[in-house]
């Protein structure tokens, strides 16, 4: 079975700060792991994916995320934050093989404020 | 190219009221899913297909059925609608089974009251 924790319920910082968004998933398979960011009042879209290869992801918006086999860690980070980040982030993974499920964690909320 | 389409996107109903949630994607693909989202839960999967006609239960089932006719439509039945079931309903659509994430519809927010 594959699982998800996102250690982090809310995360609140500053205009120009960096975050951390911290993820660790569960899995007897080999995965593929997703963040995925929810604005206000709209539905889910993709910040950014881990297929295979380097373990340092690049993302939209300036979001980046290191995959960490031994620690089954995928934490999201962004050097410098804007207003315009404050939404809820969501990791989530699927197992390799023909496994169509993804498997969410509970979110983080990121609040930036000015 | 609309991705996927999910109708309505606001309704109330009262307990014991049935309704079909609508859910249309139009890129064929194969897997299609609902999802329920509560404050603090996260996204929790109520049924998927991975196909016309092939349906199963995800983790929260209980007071929903669906089914699959077409590769394009996915709807989701609440036969008689409890206020446990208040909440933001998303349709999410993938391809085949690999490396690939969902694409998610804009979700529809129900209160049963």
């Known amino acids: 079975a594959q699982s998800v924790t996102q250690l982090d319920s809310q995360v609140p910082v500053f205009e120009e700060a960096p975050v951390e968004l911290r993820c660790n998933y569960s899995?007897?398979?080999?995965?593929?792991l997703f963040w995925y960011v929810q604005y206000p009042n709209q539905g889910l879209q993709l910040l950014l994916k881990?297929?295979?290869?380097?373990?340092l992801v690049k993302g939209i918006n300036g979001f980046e995320a290191e995959f960490n086999k031994s620690q089954t860690s995928f934490h999201l980070r962004k050097p410098s934050v804007h207003i315009s980040d404050t939404a809820e982030y969501f990791c989530?993974?699927?197992?390799?093989?023909?496994?169509?499920?993804?498997?969410f964690g509970k979110g983080t909320l990121l609040t930036v404020n000015p | 190219n609309a991705g996927v389409t999910q109708t309505p996107k606001f309704q109330v109903l009262k307990t014991g009221q049935s309704m079909t949630l609508q859910c249309a994607q139009d890129?064929?693909?194969?897997?299609m899913s609902w999802y329920r989202q509560d404050p603090g839960m996260g996204l929790r999967l109520i049924h998927y297909?991975?196909?016309?006609?092939?349906?199963d239960q995800g983790e929260v089932p209980n007071g929903y059925n669906v089914s699959r006719s077409t590769t394009e439509d996915f709807p989701l039945r609440l036969l008689s609608a409890a206020p446990s079931q208040t909440s933001v309903y998303f349709c999410?659509?993938?391809?085949?089974?690999?490396?690939?994430?969902?694409?998610f519809g804009s979700g529809t927010r129900l209160t049963v009251v």
């Open positions: 999410a659509s993938s391809t085949t089974p690999g490396p690939y994430g969902y694409t």
């Open positions: 899995s007897s398979v080999s995965v593929y």
């Open positions: 881990y297929l295979s290869g380097s373990t």
């Open positions: 989530a993974v699927r197992s390799g093989g023909s496994n169509y499920k993804l498997t």
């Open positions: 890129m064929n693909h194969e897997y």
């Open positions: 297909s991975v196909g016309a006609g092939i349906t």
